[in-house]
């Protein structure tokens, strides 16, 4: 069993930059992980994956040229560095764990393990 602790997120104006992580612990080794949000109201959504060697990446149209994933496998964690962040942006942000590549990358009902979550508030 994976688990999964985000940090990193808070307040901040439209245009600045946040940057999350996410500590892994238990069996991670060949682990693909990823991000997701969710905004009140909405259903949760596909931010951001990366496979293990760090090699593939894939991102939510409307995330993309803004934020990147990244991973050091050696400290067993990820993160997401968020620039020109936007007040659409305002969500709670959860990192994501699966022991292969998920066969729909986008959905999250796939995906195994899940953090508790982190806030994001981007002001206007």
């Known amino acids: 069993q994976v688990q999964l602790v985000e940090s990193g997120g808070g307040l901040v104006q439209a245009g600045g930059s946040l940057r999350l992580s996410c500590a892994a612990s238990?069996?991670?080794?060949?682990?693909?992980m990823g991000w997701f949000r969710q905004a009140p109201g909405k259903e949760r959504e596909f931010v951001a994956s990366i496979s293990w060697s760090g090699g593939s990446t894939y991102y939510a149209d409307s995330v993309k040229g803004r934020f990147t994933i990244s991973r050091d496998n050696a400290k067993n964690t990820v993160y997401l560095q968020m620039n020109s962040l936007k007040p659409e942006d305002t969500a709670v942000y959860y990192c994501?764990?699966?022991?292969?590549?998920?066969?729909?990358?986008?959905?999250?009902?796939?995906?195994?393990?899940w953090g508790q979550g982190t806030q994001v508030t981007v002001s206007a």
């Open positions: 994501a764990a699966n022991p292969q590549r998920p066969t729909t990358t986008t959905d999250w009902h796939i995906w195994r393990s």
């Open positions: 238990g069996r991670t080794f060949n682990y693909y």
